[in-house]
């Protein structure tokens, strides 16, 4: 089992950077796929990217692609989400999610989540 725990959202100006940082507890946190969600007030919890356990492959949802990175550090048990050029249709709670599965871009694939960060972009 593993706890994630999110930070690094706040308050942004469109154009802006922020980057999301989850920390995983436990030792095995290289043998999980990674992904960040999102869900915004009113609407479902969508993919925004995943990276696979080394880090080799990653996917992104095309609304984000181009302007988001996703990476990890396995010694430090974090994943990250790197964004920029933000818009206030980024507007959401970020999750950081781990999966037991070799890939899984959808949130019922997933099997771990955390609390979630809020991200506020201000036009």
């Known amino acids: 089992q593993v706890q994630l725990v999110e930070s690094g959202g706040g308050l942004v100006q469109a154009g802006g950077s922020l980057r999301l940082s989850c920390a995983a507890s436990?030792?095995?946190?290289?043998?999980?796929?990674m992904g960040w969600f999102r869900q915004a007030p009113g609407k479902e919890r969508e993919f925004v990217a995943a990276?696979?356990?080394?880090?080799?492959?990653?996917y992104y949802a095309g609304s984000v692609k181009g302007r988001f990175t996703i990476s990890r550090d396995n010694a430090k048990n974090t994943v990250y989400l790197q964004m920029n050029s933000l818009k206030p249709e980024d507007t959401a709670v970020y999750y950081c999610?781990?999966?037991?599965?070799?890939?899984?871009?959808?949130?019922?694939?997933?099997?771990?989540w955390g609390q979630g960060t809020q991200v506020t972009v201000s036009s």
């Open positions: 999610a781990a999966g037991l599965r070799d890939w899984a871009i959808t949130p019922n694939e997933y099997d771990y």
């Open positions: 436990g030792r095995t946190f290289s043998t999980y796929l």
């Open positions: 990276l696979s356990r080394s880090g080799s492959r990653t």
